[in-house]
Each structure stands twice: as C-alpha cells, then as structure tokens.
C-alpha cells in the first residue's frame, strides 16, 4: 500500500516536472516508443543517473528507475503527463 501511493506520487512529480518544462511531447514519444523495451528504461535511467537527478534527486531516481521497469507504470505516467497538458493548455486559451 505504501509502495503504490510513493508510486503515485513519483508519477505525479515526474509528470509535473515533464509538463511544466514543455517537455510532452518529447516525453511521450520516448516513453510510447520504449514501452515494450520498460526493463531497459528502468536500467538506463540508473545509467544516466547524473542527468536525471537534476530534475529529480538522486533518491527519487532509483525510484524512477523501478517504475520505469514496469510497463503499466510507464503507461500511467504518459497518461497523467497528457491529462496534466490539457489542462495546462486549457488554462492558456
């Protein structure tokens, strides 16, 4: 129960950052285009550990990492990343 909603609100945080730095449709397109692939994601996310934890700590990145290893969770992370758009570019018209 603890890990889901640490997971959830990764999700979220990861989602934030990826939308408030207009990064969406980059995101999207390497997590759709790498979904099938989710354990290697997981894997190099700890390789380029450095660059990630720049955006989110170096504790919240071997949490990304495991999250990225599981392809629901890459799914429920483009999801949040879409639905987080459109409202932002709700709020800009």
């Given amino acids: 129960m603890v890990a889901e909603q640490n997971a959830k609100q990764l999700l979220e945080k990861a989602a934030k950052v990826v939308v408030e730095r207009g990064l969406e449709v980059p995101a999207i397109l390497f997590l759709e285009m790498h979904k ?3 354990n290697l994601i997981g894997h190099a ?11 989110f700590g170096a504790g919240t ?17 483009i999801q949040r990343i879409e639905e987080l758009s459109a409202e932002k570019n709700e709020g800009k018209m």
């Fill in 36 to 38: 099938p692939l989710a």
């Fill in 45 to 55: 996310v700890w390789v380029t550990m450095p660059v990630w934890a720049l955006f």
């Fill in 61 to 77: 990145t071997n949490e990304l990492g495991a999250l990225l290893s599981d392809p629901e969770q890459i799914e429920r992370l």
